[in-house]
């Protein structure tokens, strides 16, 4: 089984900027993508970025484009999200998740679905005040 643990985020001004951090531990085999989703209280979970392991292609959801980054550190079975620019409409519930994703996605520019990941964090909230 594999487990996933994120760290950072908090409350941040509007403009600013965070990282979220994400240790993935035990099967690391059973995953080539992971990514990071976000939640907001009576909505429906969205992707906003994800990396195939290693050294793999990134997607990002158009409204961060240019504004997040996805890494990875595989050394340290780690995935980063490097969140700037930050505006209120990104405040919610974030969530680290792995997966196998198909090569599919990839050879099509898409961001793998939310059912091709299989192990979820337990989320890390990140708020944005204006």
């Known amino acids: 089984q594999l487990q996933l643990v994120e760290s950072g985020g908090g409350s941040v001004q509007a403009g600013g900027s965070t990282r979220l951090s994400c240790v993935a531990s035990?099967?690391?085999?059973?995953?080539?993508?992971m990514a990071w989703f976000r939640q907001v209280q009576g909505k429906e979970r969205e992707g906003v970025a994800a990396?195939?392991?290693?050294?793999?292609?990134?997607f990002y959801a158009d409204s961060v484009k240019g504004r997040f980054t996805i890494s990875e550190d595989n050394y340290r079975s780690t995935v980063y999200l490097q969140m700037d620019t930050l505006k209120p409409e990104d405040t919610a519930m974030y969530y680290c998740?792995?997966?196998?994703?198909?090569?599919?996605?990839?050879?099509?520019?898409?961001?793998?679905?939310?059912?091709?990941?299989?192990?979820w964090g337990q989320g890390t909230q990140v708020t944005v005040s204006s």
């Open positions: 998740a792995a997966g196998v994703c198909l090569s599919a996605w990839a050879r099509t520019g898409t961001m793998p679905p939310k059912y091709e990941f299989n192990s």
């Open positions: 035990g099967a690391l085999n059973r995953r080539n993508c």
């Open positions: 990396i195939y392991t290693g050294g793999g292609q990134s």
